[in-house]
């Protein structure tokens, strides 16, 4: 079993910097991606950014040039710095590990972040 436990979100105004820790633990197998996921009130969770074992990175178009995902292999954690935040990054941040062999969707989530951007 594998835990992810997200740590750093909080409530900042438009412009600021954040950035998200995620902590593994468990039984984890070395080739994954380890991503973050968003979900805002109404809206369907999206996939913000994810990062390979070999460090590959994905971004989400919105968060383009303003998020860098990057990780410590050593300490099985990932991060999120978020820079440049708009009212509209507002919404409860996941922590995700998928495991590619067996698909696209991932395997374990973390309990969630909640990020507030006011104007």
């Known amino acids: 079993q594998v835990q992810l436990v997200e740590s750093g979100g909080g409530l900042v105004q438009a412009g600021s910097s954040l950035r998200l820790s995620c902590a593994a633990s468990?039984?984890?197998?070395?080739?994954?991606?380890m991503g973050w996921y968003r979900q805002a009130p109404g809206k369907q969770r999206e996939r913000v950014a994810s990062?390979?074992?070999?460090?590959?990175?994905n971004y989400a178009d919105s968060v383009k040039g303003r998020f860098t995902i990057s990780r410590d292999n050593a300490k099985n954690t990932v991060y999120l710095q978020m820079n440049s935040l708009k009212p509209e990054d507002t919404a409860v941040y996941y922590c995700?590990?998928?495991?590619?062999?067996?698909?696209?969707?991932?395997?374990?989530w973390g309990q969630g972040t909640q990020v507030t951007v006011s104007s």
């Open positions: 990062i390979t074992f070999f460090k590959t990175t």
């Open positions: 995700a590990l998928t495991y590619p062999r067996q698909g696209d969707s991932p395997s374990y």
């Open positions: 468990g039984s984890i197998f070395s080739i994954n991606v």
